[in-house]
């Protein structure tokens, strides 16, 4: 039987600890959730070991633990956290190789989530880690790409940011790119956007429109073929870029990015630019497949 | 025995000043551009506990620096003429011009690079204790020890019971602004509070060595005052009149270390004119 995308995490996490000797932090790993059903129920001893509640520090911590070669997993259970999670990710373990000649690779596990939890917690923050040199963003949202992203991060000695959704976890199924023939519109989808990408794209055909589709695993460096290039290139009306994060950071940057490589237009969709609530009627969700078809149908219903 | 362990850390503390004193004058005559962080006063510290933990303990630690740590390199073994280099910017210094001053390393001896963050080589320091298990030592200014995340990571180490000595190397100042106008706690407080011990001491090395016995058996805080001789960063002199410890030490020491301290002096001095005809 197929694997959810929280079973094969929580594998490749067992097996992390048991196989390959190695440790994994967070705070509150050990709690009754086990972060969403996705580690294994392991104590210290085995390697999983609760950080206190000091955030910074807990960020320090993990990358001493990586300059040992330890190649830890650093959960964090909310991409919020980040702000306070992140400075010695980015400043020492992600530069260490470059300046001292000392690999520092740390798999940091940032797990996105959103509806009704504020606007602390809420939604991916990967734009975050995007502007610092020596740094690999990726999001899996398929169990195949999950085993191939930890495969990598084993095979390497980089800083790994693996933006995960809990949105995701249920998943069992692989998302196939779609860029055959001349489209009118290409959706570039980023995290849990996917998935609403996928709604909006058969919406879309049902009411005749060319939509093709790319599903990005790889943020920085950001990777996409040329044959998806060139199927940018072909289209009508360029590209819609999703993510999951406000738009001005990793979304506005990589949309500019295609349009110089395909001389086409990339709009951008992702966090409206306010706060978010904790109530409903005061969030700020990721574009629905609603949002996103209505979004391409004005794109599309342009003249140039 | 007793007289060769005061000589042995005279002997690192004077290739310490004369070595800065060396980087004094090349700041002064324009040889070094980059910013520099003179460690001359505070050098009997790690040359203590060089001697301590290295000669006598005979324990390779690791080592977790921050700026101003050229002292803490050259006691415990750094190589010379790499940090010349690394200073003046020629090719082979011990960062390859990465690191300049505050940010040098040496794998030889464990020393690791800081990231120009006061105080993030304390919970980074932590970790690697944490997961190698080795003998840690963590130095820190006064200054750095006020970082939240300093506080956080003591709190841990305390808990995990780690080996690894934290040492503040307390000269009163950040920048120039006084401990007593920053705060009215002391380290050593801090660190008992969190069940580790900890103590407040001057550089004198007879005080400093009275704490070997607690040495990488549990965590331990040593806050040590100090004096800073020159200039936050540069070369200048805020106030001639400090006590300076090697000069007393020097004194006390009589004329075998007058006259091995010239023989360093021209050792340091021939290496820097060597190093400063490829400019």
Same mark, same amino acid.
């Given at each position: ?16 600890? @048991?196989?390959?000797?190695?440790? !994994? ?30 955030? !910074? ?17 650093? !959960? ?8 306070? +999670? ?33 606007? !602390? ?49 249920? +998943? ?49 460096? @950001?990777?996409?073929? +040329? ?13 819609? @870029? ?30 409206? +630019? ?31 | ?12 503390? /004077? ?83 990465? $690191? $300049? /001053? ?52 003591? $709190?841990?180490? /305390? ?73 936050? /960063? ?46």
């Amino acid at each position: 039987m197929e694997k959810t995308l929280r079973e094969t995490i929580k594998h490749i996490i067992k097996n992390h600890l @048991l196989s390959k000797k190695g440790k !994994v932090f967070g705070q509150c790993l050990t709690a009754v959730g086990w972060v969403g059903g996705t580690l294994p129920e392991m104590y210290e001893k085995d390697g999983m070991i609760e950080l206190s509640m000091a955030d !910074v520090a807990g960020g320090g911590i993990v990358t001493g633990s990586a300059l040992m070669n330890e190649r830890p997993i650093y !959960v964090i259970r909310y991409q919020g956290f980040n702000w306070y +999670n992140c400075p010695m990710i980015v400043n020492y373990a992600a530069k260490s190789k470059e300046i001292w000649e000392r690999p520092c690779p740390v798999f940091v596990r940032g797990i996105g989530m959103e509806g009704g939890i504020g606007p !602390v917690a809420g939604s991916s923050h990967h734009s975050l880690y995007f502007r610092m040199p020596g740094i690999k963003i990726v999001s899996p949202m398929t169990p195949k790409e999950y085993v191939k992203i930890y495969n990598s991060y084993m095979r390497e000695n980089d800083v790994y940011y693996v933006s995960e959704h809990r949105g995701s976890f249920d +998943n069992k199924k692989e998302l196939q790119n779609d860029t055959r023939g001349k489209k009118d519109l290409i959706i570039i989808a980023i995290s849990i956007t996917r998935f609403a990408a996928v709604e909006a794209k058969k919406i879309l055909e049902r009411k005749g429109c060319k939509i093709g589709i790319i599903h990005v695993l790889w943020i920085k460096p @950001l990777k996409i073929s +040329n044959r998806d290039y060139a199927a940018i290139k072909l289209s009508k009306k360029g590209g819609i @870029l999703l993510d999951d994060d406000y738009t001005d950071g990793i979304a506005n940057a990589l949309a500019h990015n295609i349009s110089l490589k395909t001389n086409k237009k990339i709009e951008t969709m992702g966090l409206k +630019n306010k706060t978010a609530g904790a109530h409903k009627k005061v969030d700020n969700l990721p574009p629905s497949a609603n949002e996103i078809v209505n979004k391409i149908l004005r794109i599309l219903s342009k003249k140039n | 025995m007793f007289n060769n362990f005061y000589f042995e850390i005279f002997k690192k503390a /004077s290739l310490c000043r004369e070595f800065e004193i060396n980087v004094f004058n090349a700041i002064k005559n324009k040889k070094i551009s980059i910013p520099v962080y003179l460690s001359a006063g505070q050098e009997y510290i790690p040359a203590t506990l060089a001697t301590i933990i290295k000669n006598n303990l005979q324990i390779n630690p690791l080592i977790f620096p921050q700026h101003r740590c050229h002292s803490i390199y050259l006691s415990f073994g750094g190589d010379k003429n790499k940090l010349i280099k690394e200073l003046l910017g020629l090719k082979g210094g011990c960062t390859n011009l990465m $690191g $300049g /001053s505050a940010s040098i390393h040496s794998k030889k001896i464990n020393m690791y690079g800081h990231d120009g963050h006061m105080g993030t080589q304390v919970p980074i320091g932590v970790g690697a204790c944490f997961t190698s298990k080795k003998p840690t030592v963590v130095f820190m200014g006064d200054a750095s020890a006020e970082e939240d995340y300093v506080l956080g990571a003591l $709190g841990w180490a /305390s808990t995990k019971k780690l080996p690894i000595l934290f040492i503040v190397e307390d000269n009163n100042l950040s920048i120039l602004t006084e401990k007593k106008i920053r705060r009215n706690w002391n380290m050593h407080d801090v660190a008992k509070s969190f069940k580790m011990k900890g103590f407040e001491l001057d550089d004198n090395p007879n005080n400093i060595i009275k704490y070997k016995k607690f040495f990488f058996k549990e965590p331990v805080l040593l806050n040590i005052k100090t004096n800073r001789l020159f200039w936050h /960063s540069g070369a200048g002199q805020d106030d001639p009149k400090k006590f300076d410890r090697f000069q007393n030490e020097k004194l006390k020491l009589g004329k075998k270390a007058h006259d091995l301290n010239l023989k360093i002096k021209k050792e340091v001095n021939n290496l820097w004119k060597k190093h400063l005809e490829k400019l």
